[in-house]
């Protein structure tokens, strides 16, 4: 998705409460709401030369121990909105991961390597080595990590996200730094003084 339209409709979620931009704006933006739950979305998108395109999206919700959300309504949303996940796995009651694997052309995959579960993880496995460079060719997926206990999700990461389209728009971005500074002039070197 371009990311002039992620950015309007991230704006319609409030009318009070506006988008800002990341440090660095080409790198993205987000909209926090406070209250409750505290609401926050992040929005990460490619660098130029690229079009500016949305690679990742993340929200996060967090509860106040008084109000927490229930695990089954939070699953049962998900299966509802977005189908039978492809992996899962589940630490205790509190601490679930769903993973929703999709292949190149947007279709859920019905299964997929374990592995990739590791890509939710911001360095899945040593760079260059472990899970890594299979989550960069194939990781198009929604992942949800929960925390909480069985009374219920204290809080809850979902990230939508394409590592290919990162990995591909970080090339094209290294490739024209490295070739402006190939062809910046050079500073004129002075003639060492005479003596």
């Known amino acids: 998705m371009p990311a002039e339209t992620a950015k309007a409709q991230l704006q319609k979620h409030s009318s009070d409460v506006y988008v800002k931009y990341a440090m660095k704006p080409e790198e993205g933006f987000g909209l926090t709401l406070t209250g409750e739950p505290y609401d926050q979305v992040s929005v990460s998108t490619t660098l130029p030369p690229s079009t500016p395109t949305v690679w990742k999206v993340e929200r996060t919700q967090l509860f106040s121990n008084q109000k927490l959300l229930p695990l089954n ?3 049962d949303a ?3 909105k977005y189908g039978k996940e492809t992996l899962s796995r589940a630490r205790d009651a509190g601490h679930v991961e769903l993973y929703w694997i999709f292949d190149a052309d947007g279709r859920l995959r019905s299964q997929a390597d374990p592995g990739l579960m590791e890509c939710s993880h911001p360095r899945p496995g040593a760079e260059g080595g472990g899970m890594y460079p299979q ?18 999700v204290q809080s809850y990461l979902m990230a939508l996200v394409s590592d290919p389209l990162e990995v591909q728009a970080t090339k094209a ?6 070739e402006d500074a190939h062809n910046q002039p050079k500073p004129p070197t002075a003639a060492a003084p005479k003596f």
Do not use: I, P
Not at 135 to 142: D, I, P, Q, T
Not at 173 to 178: E, L, N, S, V, W
């Open 135 to 152: 989550c960069m060719k194939e990781f198009y997926g929604l992942y949800v990590l929960t925390n909480g206990t069985a009374d219920g």
């Open 73 to 75: 309504s939070l699953l």
């Open 78 to 80: 998900l299966h509802q």
């Open 173 to 178: 971005t290294g490739a024209k730094q490295a």
